[in-house]
C-alpha cells in the first residue's frame, strides 16, 4: 500500500533531513563519552538505515525509527535509576528522542489513498507523540532528580493510581456520577426546553439571545459559593453550579440551531401544508442537532469544571475537587495527578460518547459524511 | 412562525430591555420568597407578630440575606468602589486590579503561545498530526482542576504573586486562540496561495502578506474568548492561595463568613469586568479589520 504513494518523485522533507543525521551524531557522540555503546550505536545506525529507507518506502523507514527509539526508550528507562546520569545518557535520551519525532515525522509525510491506512495512521501518529511525552518525562523526572512534590513520574502516579482505586472510585462516583451527569441532564434539558418555548416569540429571542450570549462570557463559576450555601455540602449545590453553566450555551445555540433551516426547505414544507409542530420534527430540529451537538460537546467540559471549582468551597469529605484542594494541602501531590488523571479519563470519555452518538445522529450531514 | 427571526435586522433594545427588567422584577421576587423564612423565624423568636408589609420590607435590608436584593448589591458595590480609596483592602477596585493584573498578564502570554503554536502546526505536518489533536483533547479535561495545585507547588519552589495565577490563565486561554489562529491562517482562497506562487514570494513573505492579515479576523474572535476564561482562571487561581487578594478571594472569604452581599457584589464586578473586556476586544478587532479593508471578513465569522 504504502509504495503506491512512492511514484511520485522523492525528496527529503527539511525535518527528515535534520532530525536523522542529528539523531545518528548524537548516538556516536554518546558512545565516546562511555555510554552504554549498544544503545548509541544502534540508535546511530538505525538513523542512517532510516534515511536511506526513505528513497524507498516512508513506512519501512518509520518502522525502523519507530522500533528502535522504542527500545532505547525502555532501555534508558530501565537503567536511569542509577545515580546522577552521565552527559553520555542525556545524549541518547536526545539522540531516541529526535529518532522519535523523525518516525512521526515520516509517518505523517505518507500519503495514502486508502481510508482505512489514513484512519490507522490518524490514530498512531498522536499516540506516538502522547507516548513520548510520557517517556521524556518519566526520564527527566527520575534522571534529573525533581523532588516528588515538584512533578511526580509517570510510574510514580500510575503506582498511586492503582493502589488507591478504592477512594478515586468513591470520588468519581460523588462528583462526576451525581453532580455532573445529573446536572448535566437538567442543564442541557432546560436549555433545550426553553430554547423551544420562545422560538415562537421573537420578541422574547430578541430579548434573551443577547443576554444570554453575554452570560457565557461571564465567570459563572462565582456563583459556587451561592450554590453551596443554598443547597449545603453535598452534590446538590454541585449539580446546581452545573445547570447554571451548561444552560446557556445549550440555548443560544438551539436558538440558533432553529433558525438554521433553508427558506426552501420551509417552502417546501409550507406547500405540504405541514403544521408548526410537524415542521419543528421533521426539519427544524434535525437541522438544529449539528448546533445542540455543539453545545452538549462545549457542556460537557463545563460541567466537569464546574463540578470540581465548586467543591473547593465546601464538601463533604468525599470527591474530585476535595481531594484535590486536601491533598494539595498534605502535599500529596501524586495523588492530585491521580485524579486529575480520572478527571481526564472521565472527560475524554464523556466527550467521545458525546461525540460517537453526533456521528449517528447527524450521519447525513456533510462534516460527518466527507 | 416565521423562520431565522432573530437573525433579522432591527432593534433589540426594547426586548432585551424588557427581559432585563423582567429579571430585576424576579430577582426582587426571589428575594422576598427566600428571605421571608428568616423574618418569620425571628418573629417568632421575639415573640411578636408584624404585619406581612412589615416583613416584605425587612427581607429587602437583611445583613446577611440568603438572596439580597439588587438595590444591596448595588448600593454595596458603590460603598466599596466610588466611597473607598484605591488602596484600601476593602475597596474592590483593588481587588479587581489584582484580578485583572493576573488575567491580562495571562491572557498575553496565552495569546503569544497560541499563535506560536498555531503557526508551527500550519507550517509542520507531523505537528499538525501529532500536536493539534492534544491540544483538543487537552480541552475535555477539566484543567481548573489543576489549578490548586500549581498555585500550591510554584508557591512551594518560591514562586508566588501574580506569575503562578497567570499560568493558569495562559493555559486556559491558548486553546481558543490556537485553534482559531490555525483555522485563520490557513482561510486564504487557493487562489490567493497561487497568486502569491506565481510572484515567486517566499514563504515568509507569503505568510506576513497573505496569510497572517486574512488571519486577524479569527485571531480578534477567538481572542474574545480567550479573554473571558483567562478571567474566569484568574479568579479561579485565587481560590487556594487562601483568600488572599482578588475577586476569588473575595468569592471565598463571602462564603466563608456567610457574607452574601459580598459574593454577589463580587460577582456581579467580575461579570462586569468580563463584558468589559469582551467589548474592548471587539472594538479593537473592529478597528483593526477596518484599517486592514476585511470588514466582510470579520462579519462573516464574528
Known sequence: MANAAMTRAFAYRPMERLLLPGASVFGIISVLLHAYWLTGLGIAVAALLSFWLLTKSRLSAALVTGYVSAAAAWYLISTVDASAPPAGFWLQVVAAWLLAWACVEQLAAIDTLSTLYKRVLGIAIPVLFGVWLLILWELLTRGLDVPQVLLPSPSLIAERFASSTATLWADFKQTFLKAVLIGYVIGCTAGFVVAILIDRSPFLQKGLLPIGNLVSALPIVGVAPIMVMWFGFDWPSKAAVVIIMTFFPMLVNTVAGLAAAQPMQHDLLKTYAASYWQSLFKLRIPEALPFIFNALKINSTLAMIGAIVAEFFGTPTVGMGFRISTEVGRMNVDMVWAEIAVAALAGSLFYGAIALTERVFTFWHPSIRS | ?302
Open chain 2, 1 to 302: 412562525m416565521a423562520p431565522g427571526m432573530s437573525a433579522r435586522a432591527g432593534s433589540s433594545f426594547v426586548p432585551v430591555m424588557s427581559v432585563v427588567l423582567a429579571i430585576v422584577v424576579l430577582w426582587y421576587v426571589g428575594a422576598a420568597l427566600m428571605n421571608m423564612a428568616w423574618e418569620k423565624s425571628v418573629a417568632q423568636r421575639t415573640g411578636t407578630s408584624p404585619s406581612t408589609m412589615a416583613m416584605l420590607s425587612n427581607t429587602m435590608k437583611q445583613e446577611r440575606p440568603v438572596l439580597p436584593a439588587p438595590h444591596q448589591v448595588v448600593e454595596e458595590i458603590i460603598n466599596t468602589t466610588v466611597k473607598k480609596k484605591i488602596s484600601s483592602k476593602r475597596s474592590l477596585i483593588f481587588h479587581a486590579g489584582i484580578t485583572l493584573s493576573s488575567a491580562m498578564l495571562g491572557f498575553a502570554m496565552g495569546t503569544m503561545l497560541g499563535i506560536l503554536l498555531a503557526v508551527a502546526i500550519v507550517y509542520n505536518e507531523a505537528l499538525n498530526k501529532s500536536l493539534l489533536p492534544w491540544i483538543i483533547a487537552s480541552q475535555t479535561i477539566p484543567i481548573l482542576a489543576i489549578a490548586p495545585m500549581i498555585i500550591v507547588v510554584l508557591n512551594a519552589i518560591g514562586v508566588q504573586g501574580l506569575l503562578p495565577k497567570a499560568f493558569i490563565s495562559m493555559y486556559l486561554s491558548f486553546f481558543p486562540v490556537a485553534v482559531g489562529m490555525v483555522k485563520g491562517l490557513n482561510s486564504p482562497d487557493t487562489h490567493y496561495v497561487d497568486l502569491m506562487r506565481t510572484y515567486s514570494a517566499s514563504r515568509t513573505q507569503a505568510f506576513f502578506k497573505l496569510r497572517l492579515p486574512t488571519s486577524l479576523p479569527y485571531l480578534f474572535t477567538s481572542m474574545k474568548v480567550a479573554v473571558a476564561i483567562a478571567l474566569v482562571g484568574a479568579i479561579v487561581a485565587e481560590l487556594p492561595t487562601g483568600a488572599v487578594a482578588g475577586l476569588g478571594a473575595r468569592l471565598l472569604a463571602g462564603s466563608y463568613y456567610g457574607q452574601t452581599i459580598q459574593i454577589w457584589s463580587a460577582l456581579v464586578v467580575a461579570s462586569i469586568l468580563a463584558a468589559l473586556l469582551v467589548v474592548v476586544i471587539g472594538w479593537i478587532g473592529t478597528w483593526v479589520n477596518r484599517r486592514l479593508g476585511l470588514e466582510r471578513g470579520a462579519g462573516a465569522h464574528g
